[in-house]
């Protein structure tokens, strides 16, 4: 797991600053200090709070989830919970490592294996109800401009291929080596499965209200991330229209969402400019996407990161003063 955490932490800064080395030539303002005054204030303000809110959410679903089956841990420790989730899902494809990190952050806390399965799956099914219930909105946002459409959707379409034939290649490269390393881990799944099972089926049968209280606040927490690419769009142009840009942007969290790449890096980028472009000059779109990026996930990923790291050496220290205590020989 380690390996593939480093793996992907290194092909996501690859192609991120690839992305970004792109955004710089192409559509970067001449004078930089400049565009950085003229900003809105109260709007990159509003992005900060949405940010704020965003991790905010998402500390009260997972909690709200957890604290109904029993594992309890404090407010403080579920936004580092947050954030060490989205660098889960910054290094791996399809955001799967902000699924699997809980593993460990909750087992931390006292979590047993069945129960985090279960948290995790009630927070993907609450997550999944989002993107149900807004497909309509984003097949409406699709059909708007058949233009800008076509222009995404070769975007997408072209960097999902090449990051799937790499991945796969990727794949096929090292499968004899990971093998043996999955093999403990499949086994513990299939030991703790049943429990699993009949936990989830009790959940849904008992919890009901915690479970809606869980898909409100994943509806509150995509709708904060959206919030921070609106309100982002009115610091460098106050004259957009809020409701537009917010669905504008449904189409690219899809595809951000499903990429093969590491954490939608590259998807997110160069699909953002066809999104945005109706809304901003062309001067300030790589400005614009850059800012957009970096604060609505890499920000959170950087510091997720360094939790992560100083999560481990914490636990490796007290491993290895427990192995030379007296008493453990």
């Not at 990190?101 to 931390?108: E, F, I, K, Q």
């Not at 927490?221 to 942007?249: C, H, P, W």
Request: hydrophobic share 50%; glycine share 8%.
């Amino acid at each position: 797991m380690m390996r593939n955490l480093f793996y992907g932490f290194l092909i996501s800064l690859f192609i991120i600053l690839l992305s970004f080395t792109y955004l710089g030539y192409k559509y970067f303002p001449k004078d930089l200090l400049s565009t950085l005054k003229l900003l809105d204030k109260k709007y990159l303000s509003l992005t900060l709070l949405f940010l704020f809110l965003f991790h905010t959410f998402d500390t009260l679903r997972v909690i709200v989830l957890a604290r109904a089956l029993g594992v309890v841990y404090p407010l403080w420790y579920g936004y580092l919970v947050s954030l060490t989730n989205t660098f889960g899902a910054t290094v791996t494809p399809a955001h799967l490592g902000g699924e699997f990190l809980p593993l460990y952050t909750l087992a931390r806390k006292g979590g047993q294996f069945y129960q985090i399965m279960t948290i995790v799956t009630m927070k993907g099914f609450s997550g999944f109800f989002f993107y149900l219930l807004f497909f309509p909105l984003t097949l409406k946002a699709l059909l708007k401009d058949p233009k800008q459409t076509k222009e995404f959707l070769f975007i997408v379409g072209v960097l999902l291929i090449i990051s799937l034939l790499a991945y796969t290649a990727f794949k096929l490269l090292f499968r004899g080596k990971e093998r043996g390393k999955h093999l403990d881990f499949m086994t513990k799944l299939r030991r703790t499965f049943l429990r699993y099972v009949v936990t989830c089926k009790i959940f849904f049968r008992t919890k009901k209200k915690t479970f809606l209280l869980a898909l409100g606040l994943s509806v509150l927490l995509y709708f904060s991330f959206l919030l921070m690419g609106v309100f982002l769009t009115k610091a460098f142009n106050r004259g957009a229209d809020i409701k537009e840009v917010f669905i504008d942007q449904l189409p690219l969290l899809y595809a951000i969402f499903i990429s093969p790449t590491p954490g939608g890096s590259g998807v997110g980028e160069l699909g953002a400019l066809p999104i945005f472009s109706p809304h901003l000059k062309e001067e300030y779109l790589g400005l614009f996407v850059m800012l957009w990026r970096v604060l609505s996930q890499y920000l959170s990923a950087l510091l997720g990161g360094l939790i992560f790291v100083s999560f481990l050496l914490k636990d490796l220290k007290k491993l290895k003063e427990k192995n030379e205590s007296p008493l453990s020989s």
